[in-house]
């Protein structure tokens, strides 16, 4: 359960830091702007582990089903589930982001 706790909390972190990279005020010198870094600092490392969380929450998850003839639920979502619609999410955000690098390439951007 603490390692599903722990993904979540990582794809929130992911969420925010997502956000941060867009403000363009997020590099200022501005009173408290050092504790946003911090904070950045720390979702990226966080969002690194993501992907090694996930395999082994698949792993876990994949063997308890399989002891006890049940599907694992978390908050009555199938936890497999969860994951697979995260990383279909999260492909989509990357094949996204390196659509519109190469737009920006072709054009001279």
């Not at 504790?35 to 600092?41: F, G, I, S």
């Not at 992907?51 to 979502?77: C, G, H």
């Not at 990383?87 to 390196?98: P, S």
Request: charged share 40%; aromatic share 8%; with cysteine.
């Amino acid at each position: 359960m603490e390692k599903v706790e722990n993904w979540i909390l990582a794809r929130d972190e992911e969420r925010w830091l997502e956000e941060y990279m867009k403000d363009e005020n997020c590099y200022s010198v501005s009173r408290g702007a050092h504790k946003n870094l911090k904070r950045a600092e720390r979702a990226r490392i966080m969002v690194n582990k993501i992907p090694s969380l996930m395999d082994l929450l698949r792993a876990k998850t994949k063997s308890w089903e399989q002891e006890r003839n049940k599907v694992f639920l978390y908050d009555q979502i199938p936890l497999l589930a969860m994951l697979e619609q995260y990383n279909v999410l999260r492909k989509g955000g990357e094949e996204a982001k390196g659509e519109g690098k190469e737009k920006g390439t072709k054009f001279g951007i």
